[in-house]
């Protein structure tokens, strides 16, 4: 008995501070996520194992270069510049920088179980991340010149994985606290639209094909919708439910 009081007063804490949406329609959809993003990352996966995406990831490298000189991406100098800028939103320091003072503006406002609930979601999402590029090994792109210093394997994107986890992470713990169902979708866009133009600047700038960072966004997405949920079910879990 004690043991599981003891449990229950941890769940209590660990969750206090977030809210999660609707209690019947959250899990469902959530679920649903989790699913077709693990579906998607296998099926990308299969293909990258069996050699069949090589074709199709150099045509969609190409388009993004220019027609009479494919180490020349396509648009203006200052795209270029800007390209590398954005490419830099879902770098560690960046994410970090804003994890932690996400987290710290949590910690002073008492709400340490959101605190919790960001750090361990992009932390562990960023673990798996590493851990896939390692187990596949992928080389990165060798059509180009990079535009960006790369040190890791290329499959899946680190930064369209991580970036992912972490804007819809922070996003899921904002919008529980918005009434307005067009602020919600607003922040949901945001973070979803950050996520997207980071995975196309890392194709851009050179260093990934265009399946490692479509594997790393529905990687990225499952990732998310299943710490949320999990967090949503311990909530379901305290007395008198979600609030």
């Known amino acids: 008995m004690k ?13 206090r501070g977030i809210k999660t949406g609707n209690a019947n329609r959250l899990p469902v959809v959530l679920f649903g996520i989790v699913t077709l993003g693990v579906y998607a990352f296998i099926e990308i996966a299969d293909e990258l194992a069996e050699g069949e ?13 220019s027609a009479d000189d494919r180490s020349v991406p396509l ?32 910690v002073v406002t008492k ?37 960006d210093t790369v040190h890791t394997m290329s499959f899946p994107s680190g930064h369209a994985l991580v970036t992912t986890v972490a804007y ?3 996003a899921s713990i904002i919008i529980g606290f918005l009434d307005n169902n067009r602020a919600r979708i607003y922040v949901v866009f945001v973070a979803v639209f950050v996520a997207f133009i980071v995975g196309v600047s890392r ?16 990687l990225g997405a499952a990732w998310a919708s299943l710490s949320w949920l999990i967090v949503h079910l311990l909530r379901r879990k305290r007395p008198g439910g979600p609030s």
């Open 3 to 15: 043991d599981s009081s003891t449990a229950t007063r941890l769940t209590q804490w660990l969750v």
């Open 53 to 65: 995406l090589r074709k199709i990831d150099e045509g969609l490298f190409l388009l993004l270069r």
């Open 75 to 106: 648009g203006p100098p200052w795209l270029q510049e800007t390209a590398v800028e954005i490419t830099a939103i879902g770098g560690y320091p960046l994410i970090i920088l804003t994890l932690a003072a996400v987290a710290g503006f949590f």
């Open 111 to 147: 709400r340490y179980g959101a605190a919790l609930y960001a750090m361990l979601s992009v932390g562990t999402g960023a673990l798996l991340s590493q851990t896939l590029k390692n187990y596949y090994g992928r080389p990165r792109p060798d059509l180009v010149d990079h535009l």
């Open 168 to 170: 819809l992470t922070m």
């Open 203 to 218: 194709v851009y700038v050179g260093v990934h094909w265009p399946s490692d960072v479509a594997a790393g966004w529905a």
